[in-house]
């Protein structure tokens, strides 16, 4: 399975911008799919996960009430809409895929990561 993050760019604080991941794979649907985030000389941390169905998901509290996950298993992409957005937001964004069809969020759950997208916040 490859993922494919795309989406990132540069906003001003308060503004939104969705992160797209799309999978290849006809398996997409069954899996669990997360979104972590890493600013460098830190560690990769929780954002969001989402489960197999659309039917659980779970967020970090930095980020609860501002993102929301979703999928669209049709075109085996997962989503993570972010407004309302801060300059502490700032990193590089992974979506992240796992065979277990529920959420998870440890990173160590993950059997697949994508390359990356750069989110940065200005103030």
């Known amino acids: 399975v490859q993922l494919q993050a795309s989406g990132g760019g540069l906003v001003q604080a308060g503004g939104s911008l969705r992160l797209s991941c799309t999978a290849s794979g006809r398996t997409f649907s069954t899996y669990g799919m997360g979104w972590f985030r890493q600013v460098p000389g830190k560690e990769r941390e929780f954002v969001a996960t989402?489960?197999?169905?659309?039917?659980?998901?779970a967020y970090a509290d930095s980020v609860k009430g501002r993102f929301t996950i979703s999928r669209d298993d049709a075109k085996n992409t997962v989503f993570l809409q972010m407004n309302s957005l801060k300059t502490e937001d700032t990193a590089v964004y992974y979506c992240?895929?796992?065979?277990?069809?529920?959420?998870?969020?440890?990173?160590?759950?993950?059997?697949?990561w994508g390359q990356g997208t750069l989110v940065t916040v200005s103030s």
């Open positions: 989402i489960s197999r169905g659309s039917s659980d998901t």
């Open positions: 992240a895929g796992r065979i277990i069809q529920s959420i998870a969020i440890s990173s160590a759950q993950y059997d697949y």
